[in-house]
């Protein structure tokens, strides 16, 4: 719930922090500092004698790295600047949906039905609020973003399903420090040449306090909170928590930049709730009916 708290105010401020700012020296700076503090928090937390177990693969680690943080945040940044913000959004939308399914496939995560219909009621709800933002478009001169926030979708997903067995082993804020530390080089490369136009709008305090807290919280601190998340929710029922960000979102756009919500837009939000109550409570009834069955099993028939 504070990572979509964290990510839905991002949406509005990051828009005017792109507004202002050339997006890949954005994109350098604000994960500079983000890999700085996971980096320092990672270190404290080593300090105080936390190690990652026996059996983390060096290998395995670097890949999600390079993939999380380097081709997830560039496909991200391209797809948002060749696309409308309502076709992301109704894309990103289906992110929750693909990570469902993917940790089916590949680590044996299952959902009840009840947990099923809870994912579709948000998703509904989620397209729904996406729909009214007004910008949803399907030109030719929106293929190539469309197809870069799909692509980011799919490894958003990919990625969330492959770090919970990783996660066993190595702890959330370790694993995010890491992805961090390791794709930065990646963006700082993307921005080369950017650096001097840019010095103008750097002059600002306004731009600063948006980087900083796109830097701190929506890609430094949100990482590790997320990964925690995954680790003991499981993949799906947590992404399922990404739904609330267009609603978050709406908010924060109401508060910062005076957008009012619709009445269509609040049905939306109200499927979205009602979608993550249903989730809820489907995994909260299965894990009473499996420790009733576990007991059941282990202790046999009463006795007279």
């Avoid at 020296?25 to 980096?39: G, Q, Y």
């Avoid at 930065?184 to 010095?199: C, D, K, Q, W």
């Avoid at 929710?233 to 990404?242: E, N, P, R, T, Y």
Wanted: charged fraction near 10%; glycine fraction near 10%; hydrophobic fraction near 50%.
């Amino acid at each position: 719930m504070g990572v979509a708290l964290i990510w839905g105010i991002n949406i509005p401020i990051m828009k005017n922090g792109l507004d202002q700012l050339d997006p890949y020296v954005f994109n350098a700076i604000r994960l500079t500092i983000s890999a700085s503090v996971l980096a320092a928090f990672a270190l404290r937390e080593y300090r105080r004698g936390h190690r990652s177990k026996p059996g983390v693969s060096r290998t395995r680690v670097m890949i999600y790295g390079i993939v999380v943080s380097g081709f997830y945040q560039v496909l991200f940044l391209l797809g948002v600047a060749r696309t409308t913000s309502g076709n992301t959004a109704l894309i990103i939308a289906t992110v929750p949906m693909w990570t469902a399914l993917l940790a089916r496939v590949f680590i044996g995560e299952k959902l009840v039905r009840l947990a099923w219909c809870g994912l579709l009621v948000a998703l509904s709800g989620t397209v729904i609020v996406a729909l009214q933002k007004g910008d949803v478009a399907a030109g030719p001169e929106y293929l190539t973003g469309n197809l870069c926030i799909l692509g980011a979708a799919l490894v958003w997903s990919a990625t969330t399903v492959v770090s919970r067995p990783m996660l066993k082993s190595i702890s959330p804020l370790r694993l995010s420090a890491t992805a961090a530390v390791i794709a930065l080089p990646l963006h700082l490369l993307f921005a080369m040449g950017r650096y001097e136009e840019s010095i103008p709008s750097l002059q600002s305090p306004d731009i600063w306090l948006i980087i900083l807290y796109a830097g701190v919280l929506s890609s430094g601190l949100a990482l590790p909170m997320w990964n925690f998340g995954v680790r003991h929710a499981g993949a799906a029922h947590a992404a399922v928590i990404q739904n609330l960000i267009p609603l978050i979102a709406i908010l924060a756009a109401w508060l910062t930049r005076g957008e009012s919500a619709t009445t269509t837009q609040l049905f939306g939000g109200g499927l979205i709730l009602g979608g993550l109550v249903i989730m809820r409570y489907a995994r909260q009834n299965y894990s009473v009916t499996a420790v009733a069955v576990s007991r059941s099993t282990h202790t046999g028939p009463p006795q007279d």
